[in-house]
């Protein structure tokens, strides 16, 4: 997984296992944002409206975009 991902030119910030005898290094910091924003997603496809656009219209569903992190937010 990792070739495939230096083929296109990325890099892997995949930690490597703990009971693996030589630990391949990863950067900490790109891996827990990374974490982050999918976690972030994770949330936001809770909302059923957000998750199969019910809206037709462009400008609505960019609305709600914009709703549902805030509604996140106030929680």
Same mark, same amino acid.
């Given at each position: 997984?990792? $070739?495939?991902? &230096? *083929?296109?030119?990325? *890099? $892997? ?9 030589? &630990?391949?290094? %990863?950067? &900490?910091? $790109? ?6 924003? *999918?976690?972030? @997603?994770?949330? +936001?496809? %809770?909302?059923? #409206?957000? &998750?199969?656009?019910? *809206?037709?219209? !462009?400008?609505? @569903? !960019?609305? @709600? $975009? @914009? +709703? ?5 937010? +106030? #929680?």
């Amino acid at each position: 997984m990792r $070739a495939i991902i &230096a *083929e296109l030119g990325a *890099e $892997a910030v995949i930690p490597s296992n703990r009971t693996r005898k030589v &630990a391949i290094p %990863h950067d &900490a910091t $790109a891996y827990k944002q990374r974490n982050r924003i *999918e976690r972030c @997603f994770n949330r +936001l496809k %809770h909302f059923q #409206r957000f &998750a199969t656009r019910y *809206e037709r219209r !462009t400008i609505h @569903f !960019t609305g @709600f $975009a @914009f +709703l549902a992190p805030a509604i996140i937010w +106030l #929680r």
